[in-house]
């Protein structure tokens, strides 16, 4: 199955989080979209690993998208080498995305920016044709996304470009409350993390809206570029 965009995420619900808006608008555009978590989060502060399966699962079905997998590297603990890198190779090469959707460069939490490399040099390597990777057998063919775009987490960054998700926002956050185990319940007994109090989903709606006042519209999500991006004119620019 070959798709339009990939979204990667270090832990489950870090791309509904971020760019959830984003992979909805290209979808209803007839896009398709994957998902990939590089860990099941086990080592969050409320919840488990295995209810985050199963709230991403959830998740990715109030998205539309077309699968979401899991590669099962340890939360806190993976590390940028090789046998990380051939682990995302492998699904790179088997849906061959156009787009990568991947980790914010740097932020409050260090699996994120730590993640952002580590994805940023398997979609470079996943291009090598001397690096030879196997799927369930058959020898994989090389190949490049023609860009990875890095969506912006919980610390501010400045977008290279913000994409207008307003009629999306509603949605959005249907998908982000499929983790339950994460946010804010008057009922749990659970830690409290920084996410987990009543006023985040302000915040996340605070950050879409500051995002979109730049650009003259309600919601908007930002990403980082790693080059330049090319435009074909000026005038379809907000």
């Known amino acids: ?47 488990s690993g295995a209810l985050r399966l199963v709230e991403a699962e959830n998740a990715g079905k109030v998205l539309g998208v077309k699968f979401r997998e899991n590669i099962g590297l340890a939360d806190g603990f993976f590390e940028n080498n090789k046998a990380s890198q051939l682990e995302i190779i492998k699904i790179i090469r088997k849906y061959q995305p156009e787009v990568v959707l991947a980790n914010a460069e740097s932020d409050r939490h260090p699996d994120h920016g730590r993640a952002s490399k580590l994805i940023s040099d398997a979609c470079f390597y996943s291009g090598l044709i001397k690096i030879e990777t196997e799927l369930d057998g058959v020898k994989q063919e090389k190949w490049r996304p023609k860009a990875v775009y890095h969506y912006i987490q919980d610390r501010f960054l400045k977008p290279d470009f913000v994409v207008n998700v307003t009629p999306f926002v509603d949605q959005k956050i249907e998908a982000i409350k499929c983790f339950s185990s994460q946010f804010f319940d008057p009922n749990s007994t659970e830690p409290q993390t920084p996410i987990s109090g009543e006023q985040f989903f302000d915040f996340i709606k605070g950050r879409m809206m500051q995002f979109g006042r730049e650009i003259g519209v309600d919601y908007a999500e930002g990403f980082t570029a790693e080059r330049y991006i090319g435009v074909e004119d000026v005038m379809g620019l907000k």
Request: net charge negative.
């Open 1 to 47: 199955m070959k798709i339009d965009i990939l979204a990667i995420g270090v832990h489950p619900d870090d791309v509904e989080l971020s760019c959830a808006g984003t992979i909805l608008k290209h979808i209803a555009q007839g896009k398709t979209v994957g998902i990939l978590d590089l860990t099941i989060g086990e080592l969050g502060s409320r919840g």
